[in-house]
């Protein structure tokens, strides 16, 4: 029995070290869109394989990757695994596993730690034993962890990503379930302009923050875990870092200022503020959400307008922990990792990749961020600069609306050869980036990259010139469930009463000039909505929703109850029509 254990340790051996020693594959002749550093190249590994979340990469080489919604995926499971054979860089086997549901939220979750393959969802952390050799696990599936509220609305920013540390200890974050600490069931999560916030804010207690479970303990709730850090809104890049064996993590800051508070901010201000952040997570830390935000330009901790803040005064928000390094608002960083590899050249082992998924809510100015940066490390902290490792996600130069970016990019991974795994979650396409080059690698090659900071979606944009007049999606969705949703409910139904439903009503679907003018002068007298009339009064609202309110409602509204994707309208055809 125990030679029989060598013999399979020395087996597994050498087939990781095989997996080493393999010659790099051939890159695609575009780097499969990608734009990167000098020397390095990039092979598509697969592509289409569903709305791709992070993924993981084992020993072996083969890839997991979590997705979306296993819903979308036909049943076929919500998890994929994918193994190339032959050394190609493509995947030659792609399979689906996973009979677990999504519970309609935006997992993040997948790890291998300690040979089980971890996956989380919105609701649960999992676990399976991989065996060598083995593609698709088919241990039984262990419950680590359970999050058990039932109430759907508490799950915004409910993904779970994981990190482990060396003492066996699994770091999950649990999200705020609202933007600003409002009043949930009045508000919505979005809340609603001109808001104050809760205080103290009661999501405080079981979100915002980030709580440390047991590794290996089946059947977890999060009153087994251990509230290790707080004021943390949503954390969707957790890793532990080797280098000092400390919690790292990036964190989306919150939204729509202009839009929740427009006597604070201006358009410009909301669409740079407030940063998003990369902190250093020690035990007991406190980044005071929803008291504070981290301003950029100004450098530190400054009080939320819903708690009495003009953008200016500091007051408590002094009180709290700050970043190690801060971004423009709205860019939306989604994993985070420090790169132990052997191949690429010896800096990237002093500092952290970062992926930006990209902007949703910087109108009227263009969407932003949609690239993988590097933040180089000295002395064990970033030196304030960031570079731009891999863009080319978008496939336009102006990103207006976030689905006119054709990728978006998503997670990160080492392979055992020391590649880099970038996963996205438009298409579901897969990239591994190689390292070809010699050990002189610096300012030369990096010289070209940092040239792409001057792309708008990178680039802070200028007040005047880059003001693009033209209404948001997500912007509108704040507005329409302040001053819509009370008649017309939040899923556009109406009240099958007084009030019609919008979900295709040609009063949507129909003439925009017809659906502006209702907006800003008001409806009265009977109308005719699919069949069934209607007499109630749709009051004006031009008197105190500017133009770039009204063109953003309508965005919303054509795009969520009629199914035009693409449609967006201008603040100047608005204004044409007050």
Same mark, same amino acid.
């Given at each position: ?26 890159? &695609? ?205 949503? !954390? ?72 009495? @803040? ?40 002093? @500092? ?28 064990? !902290? ?56 010699? &050990? ?34 997500? !912007? ?103």
């Amino acid at each position: 029995m125990c030679r029989l254990f060598l013999f399979c340790l020395m087996v597994t051996a050498i087939s990781c070290t095989h997996q080493k020693m393999l010659p790099l594959p051939a890159a &695609d002749p575009d780097n499969g869109g990608l734009i990167l550093p000098g020397n390095f190249e990039a092979v598509v590994v697969a592509e289409g394989v569903g709305r791709a979340r992070h993924l993981t990469v084992n020993d072996n080489g083969d890839i997991y990757v979590k997705l979306t919604y296993n819903d979308a995926m036909n049943g076929r499971g919500g998890t994929v695994a994918l193994r190339d054979n032959d050394n190609d860089g493509k995947a030659d086997v792609i399979s689906y596993f996973g009979d677990y549901k999504d519970e309609g939220g935006q997992p993040a979750g997948i790890a291998i730690h300690d040979g089980y393959l971890y996956t989380s969802t919105v609701k649960y952390v999992l676990r399976n034993k991989l065996k060598a050799g083995q593609l698709v696990p088919d241990s039984k599936t262990e419950i680590i962890l359970t999050d058990e509220d039932k109430d759907l609305f508490r799950h915004w920013h409910s993904a779970k990503p994981l990190a482990f540390d060396n003492d066996g200890h699994m770091y999950v974050p649990f999200g705020a379930p609202t933007d600003a600490a409002q009043d949930i069931k009045s508000a919505g999560p979005a809340g609603m302009p001109g808001g104050k916030g809760l205080d103290p804010a009661p999501d405080l207690e079981w979100h915002a923050g980030i709580w440390q479970f047991s590794a290996d303990k089946a059947g977890q709730t999060q009153k087994d875990g251990v509230k290790y850090a707080t004021g943390i809104r949503s !954390a969707l890049g957790l890793a532990w870092s080797p280098m000092d064996n400390t919690l790292y993590s990036v964190v989306n800051g919150m939204d729509n200022f202009h839009t929740r508070y427009p006597k604070v901010f201006t358009a410009w201000q909301a669409a740079v503020l407030p940063a998003e952040t990369f902190v250093k997570v020690k035990e007991h830390a406190d980044f005071g959400w929803p008291y504070a935000y981290y301003d950029q330009m100004q450098g530190k901790n400054v009080l939320q307008p819903g708690y009495g @803040g003009d953008g200016k005064i500091v007051g408590r928000a002094s009180k709290f922990d700050t970043p190690l390094m801060a971004f423009p608002g709205h860019w939306a960083p989604m994993d985070l990792l420090f790169y132990q590899g052997n191949q690429f050249p010896e800096r990237y082992k002093r @500092g952290a990749f970062i992926a930006f998924h990209g902007s949703t809510d910087r109108s009227p100015y263009p969407q932003a961020g949609y690239i993988v940066c590097f933040v180089p490390f000295e002395n064990g !902290a970033p030196t304030g600069k960031w570079e731009v490792f891999a863009d080319g996600f978008t496939g336009v130069d102006t990103v207006m609306n976030t689905s006119d970016a054709v990728y978006r990019p998503m997670g990160l991974a080492t392979g055992p050869d020391g590649s880099l795994y970038i996963s996205e979650s438009n298409k579901g396409k897969i990239w591994r980036v190689m390292y070809k080059g010699s &050990d002189k690698f610096g300012d030369v090659q990096l010289a070209k990259m940092e040239e792409r900071k001057s792309r708008s979606y990178i680039k802070t944009p200028d007040e005047v010139k880059d003001n693009m007049g033209k209404g948001g999606e997500m !912007a509108g969705m704040i507005l329409f469930n302040s001053y819509c949703s009370s008649c017309h409910q939040r899923n556009g139904m109406g009240d099958n009463n007084r009030y019609p439903p919008l979900a295709n009503s040609e009063f949507v679907t129909g003439d925009k000039d017809r659906l502006i003018k209702i907006i800003l002068n008001g409806l009265q007298g009977e109308i005719t909505v699919d069949n069934k009339k209607f007499n109630g009064q749709m009051p004006a609202h031009g008197g105190f929703l500017d133009d770039h309110a009204v063109a953003s409602i309508v965005t919303f509204i054509k795009r969520r109850f009629s199914d035009d994707e693409k449609f967006t309208l201008t603040e100047e055809e608005v204004k044409k029509l007050r």
